[in-house]
């Protein structure tokens, strides 16, 4: 038996890297990964498991148990109605938005930075397409993001503006790349690492493919730098929309890290629904400017889709 790390599949067939490098292609024996039972898929890029290499074929194996996570990044899948596991195991997620093309969503980026959070996992805001020009609307929102305490990054795949900076974040790291499609995620793996000629959404359109690209995530490995330590990424499936999973509308709050402080100080106490109360500290930090206004109203947004199971944008 050996251990190996999940890079990618479907349909209960994984592609496992061995420690020694080569990767087996590995269905799962039994009905042995109980504890992800409910979930759209039983298993994840990153994910460590346990596995038996065939014994006649090098590139096969059967994978006998899931190694536990240390943590697991979700959404929540609509059509599948369960959790749909993106990534497990991570030190970094890059929240990759644009200035345009495809329009600004500052909300999915908050989605997803409470996700990251619920998570314990690092978020980075990471806009790619810095070249068409960020405007005034994007760039206070960034800068609204750096003051409450999340890290972002300029950068453009296409001119390689800001990629230094995103390659030393990414260092000795395994990370997460979500986003809409069209943002450049795939675009941003090809730029750290010309070796890889993932498919982009302009190839694809070139080689008269349709407009669609990455269906499933899959975790590649860059080659380190000089000196550097490798990074691992991985490049999950773009997502239309980012459906929370594991959190509930009453403690949203506790997850938008500019209202974490004063949950609790409000004159209603823990009672507060933070939507009307007199002597709400929250709603008095929004009218202060303490809390941006687009925070505020994605915080509503959020809340709302969270207690009607209603999600629409
Ligand atoms: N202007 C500009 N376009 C980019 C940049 N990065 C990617 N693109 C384009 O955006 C489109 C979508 O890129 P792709 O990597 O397939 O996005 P993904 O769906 O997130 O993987 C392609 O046409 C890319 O050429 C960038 O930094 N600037
Ligand atoms: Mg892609
Ligand atoms: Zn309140």
């Known amino acids: 038996m050996s251990e190996g790390l999940v890079l990618g599949g479907t349909n209960n067939l994984f592609e496992v890297e061995t420690d020694e490098g080569s990767v087996r292609l590995c269905a799962i024996k039994g009905k042995i990964l109980r504890d992800v ?49 993106l990534a497990a195991n991570l030190d970094l997620i890059a929240i990759v938005t644009t200035p345009d093309e495809p329009p600004f969503r500052p909300r999915f980026v908050d989605r997803a930075l409470v996700q ?6 690092e978020p980075l805001v990471l806009v790619n397409k810095c070249d068409l020009e960020p405007d005034a609307d994007v760039l206070e929102r960034l800068s609204d993001w750096e003051r409450i305490g999340y890290r972002t990054l300029q950068v453009s795949a296409r001119t390689g503006e800001g990629m230094d900076s995103l390659a030393a974040l990414l260092e000795g790291k ?3 790349f979500v986003g809409q ?3 450049g995620k795939s675009s941003l793996l090809n730029a750290l690492d010309t070796r890889l000629e993932l498919r ?6 070139k080689f008269g493919r349709g407009t669609h690209t990455t ?13 550097e330590k490798p990074a691992s990424i991985v490049d999950t499936p773009g997502v239309r929309r980012f459906v929370l999973h594991g959190v509930e509308a009453k403690d949203l709050a506790l997850y938008f890290r500019e209202m974490e402080p004063l949950i609790g100080s409000c004159s ?21 400017g303490v809390i941006h206004e687009e925070r ?18």
């Open 200 to 205: 982009t959404a302009g190839l694809s359109e």
């Open 268 to 288: 209603w106490g823990l009672s507060c629904s933070h939507l009307h109360e007199p002597g709400c500290k929250i709603l008095e930090a929004v009218y202060a």
């Open 296 to 313: 505020y109203e994605s915080w509503q947004r959020i809340r709302e889709e969270l207690e009607t199971g209603r999600f629409a944008d």
């Open 215 to 227: 269906t499933k995530g899959m975790l590649f490995h860059l080659p380190p730098g000089a000196g």
């Open 174 to 176: 395994l990370s997460a």
């Open 37 to 85: 039972e409910g979930y759209y898929n039983p298993l994840a890029p990153g994910d460590r498991v346990s596995f038996e290499p065939d014994a006649t074929d090098p590139g096969r194996g059967m994978i006998l148990s899931l190694v536990p996570r240390r943590n697991h990044f979700v959404r929540w899948n609509q059509k599948g109605k369960a959790p749909q596991l």
């Open 116 to 121: 990251a959070d619920l998570e314990g996992i």
């Open 181 to 183: 499609s069209g943002v």
